[in-house]
């Protein structure tokens, strides 16, 4: 049996790592390694974040006294900086691989947070050409965005956009065009912009809107009336009601 110390060791007991899992520092390697792929010079531009604001403190120092206060002030100052535009760098990098590939749109608005909520998978989807239109909804209503060539996307937002409208008749939705071209918004500026969305719905209101959109996605999940039946005329079999 084992005893009242032996049970409290085996609490406290620390648990196994997962080998499978990444640790902090291979994550920031990771980090540092993509953004320096896409931008060499991040590093140095980092590094010089670092001992610019050393230097502030440096000056600081001499000017109004206390030296190593100002220059650990200056470091822990240089180390947010060089942090934060190391978030830039990667930011800009992954976009950078994300370009052209089906379903970067998507990633990129499922970033969006602050009361927006996107679905889970495309709304629309043209199998031909790959086209697709995402949805996200919050206190400003509903956002489409399309993601293909502007010509091509543009018609089956319009769809999606009238075919919500009749759902949601008194909801703003609005519509946005996802890529590089002309008219388009990149990547790069798809969060900016859904924050920028004024919102003019409460919570009730996003809540009432979801419950609705969730009815009009399970209508559109249906399978299509084949083509050459008309629902309206088809009449039953009689004999085979009748067992003949």
């Given at each position: ?10 609490l406290f ?20 390694q993509?953004?320096?792929?896409h ?58 691989e ?61 769809k ?85």
């Amino acid at each position: 049996m084992s005893t009242d110390s032996e049970k409290r060791r085996g609490l406290f007991k620390r648990r196994p790592k997962d080998p499978n899992k990444t640790g902090r520092l291979a994550q920031m390697k990771q980090v540092v390694q993509l953004a320096r792929r896409h931008n060499p010079a991040s590093v140095w531009l980092m590094a010089a974040a670092i001992v610019g604001c050393i230097g502030l403190g440096v000056i600081a120092g001499f000017v109004f006294g206390a030296m190593w206060l100002w220059v650990i002030f200056g470091l822990l100052l240089g180390v947010f900086l060089a942090l934060f535009m190391l978030g830039r760098f990667a930011e800009t990098a992954a976009f950078e691989e994300m370009r052209g590939q089906p379903g970067s749109i998507g990633a990129v608005l499922n970033t969006a947070r602050r009361g927006w909520l996107m679905d889970e998978q495309p709304i629309a989807v043209d199998p031909r050409t790959r086209d697709l239109v995402y949805r996200s909804t919050g206190k400003g209503g509903v956002i489409l965005f399309s993601e293909g060539p502007k010509n091509r996307s543009a018609k089956m937002l319009a769809k999606e956009k009238k075919r919500h409208e009749r759902v949601l008749p008194n909801v703003p939705i609005h519509t946005f065009q996802g890529g590089e071209g002309d008219e388009q918004i990149p990547m790069s500026r798809i969060v900016k912009t859904v924050h920028q969305v004024p919102r003019p719905l409460n919570k009730a209101e996003v809540l009432a809107v979801r419950k609705r959109l969730t009815a009009l996605g399970s209508m559109t999940t249906r399978p299509p009336i084949p083509k050459g039946i008309d629902p309206m005329r088809a009449r039953p079999d009689r004999k085979a009601l009748r067992g003949r």
